[in-house]
C-alpha cells in the first residue's frame, strides 16, 4: 500500500524560502513529483523526478525551485527559494507507478504573505 507523507509547509513573506518533504512507503520505481493548487483554480504541476534523477521543472517556477530525491529514504524534497505570493497553493506529493496510476498525499499548505 502506498502512503505519502508531506511535511515543511507553512507561512513565509515573500522572498523567503521553504523546503517540502514526502516520506513515502511501498513505492516502487516509479517517478515522483509536487503538484499544487490555489483556491479556485486546477491542480498543476510544480515538478516531478524520475528514480534516475530526471527532473521537469514547470515554467513558472523554474530558476527558483529544485526537486531532489533520496532513493534509499525513498523521500522526495522540493526547495522553494525566492517565494511569491502566487505560490501561495496547496501543495500535493504525487507518486506514479510504471503503469501510470497516481497516488497522492494529503497535502500541505504554502502561504506565501507579508
Known amino acids: 500500500q502506498v502512503q505519502l507523507v508531506e511535511s515543511g509547509g507553512g507561512l513565509v513573506q515573500p522572498g523567503g524560502s521553504l523546503r517540502l518533504s514526502c516520506a513515502a512507503s511501498?513505492?516502487?520505481?516509479?517517478?515522483m513529483g509536487w503538484y499544487r493548487q490555489a483556491p479556485g483554480k486546477q491542480r498543476e504541476l510544480v515538478a516531478t523526478?524520475?528514480?534516475?534523477?530526471?527532473?521537469n521543472i514547470a515554467t513558472s517556477v523554474k530558476g527558483r525551485f529544485t526537486i531532489s530525491r533520496d532513493n534509499a529514504k525513498n523521500t522526495v524534497y522540493l526547495q522553494m527559494n525566492s517565494l511569491k505570493p502566487e505560490d501561495t497553493a496547496v501543495y500535493y506529493c504525487?507518486?506514479?507507478?510504471?503503469?501510470?496510476?497516481?497516488?497522492w498525499g494529503q497535502g500541505t499548505q504554502v502561504t506565501v504573505s507579508s
Open positions: 511501498g513505492i516502487g520505481f516509479g517517478a
Open positions: 504525487n507518486y506514479q507507478n510504471n503503469r501510470g496510476y497516481d497516488y
Open positions: 523526478i524520475t528514480w534516475g534523477g530526471r527532473t
